[in-house]
């Protein structure tokens, strides 16, 4: 069985800094991508960070880019996220996620943690 399990979320002040982790477990991930998406009331869910998890290739969203960090623990399968000078429109519910490489892989999610920057 497949386990995403995520913690580190919180409320937090504008220019303040969380970090949340993933910890993996149930397959290996060597054909995933291993990262955090978001989503806010409202909106969409919007990519955040992911690491390649068999190449280590990191990729980032518009938004966040210069701001998180995503780094990974291989040896526990774990991903985690530096959120780093934190705004309001940050605030979300963030989700660990396992997409895979194909379409022929199946994707899971965590159950989420939210994340609120106050002004």
């Known amino acids: 069985q497949v386990q995403l399990v995520e913690s580190g979320g919180g409320l937090v002040q504008a220019g303040g800094s969380l970090r949340l982790s993933c910890a993996a477990s149930?397959?290996?991930?060597?054909?995933?991508?291993l990262g955090w998406w978001r989503q806010a009331p409202g909106k969409e869910r919007e990519f955040v960070a992911a690491?390649?998890?068999?190449?280590?290739?990191?990729s980032y969203g518009d938004s966040v880019k210069g701001r998180f960090t995503i780094s990974r623990e291989s040896t526990k399968t774990t991903v985690y996220l530096q959120l780093n000078s934190l705004k309001p429109e940050d605030t979300a519910v963030y989700y660990c996620?396992?997409?895979?490489?194909?379409?022929?892989?199946?994707?899971?999610w965590g159950q989420g943690t939210q994340v609120t920057v106050s002004s």
């Open positions: 149930g397959r290996a991930f060597n054909n995933y991508h």
């Open positions: 996620a396992a997409t895979g490489l194909t379409p022929a892989e199946t994707d899971y």
């Open positions: 690491i390649t998890w068999s190449t280590g290739i990191i």
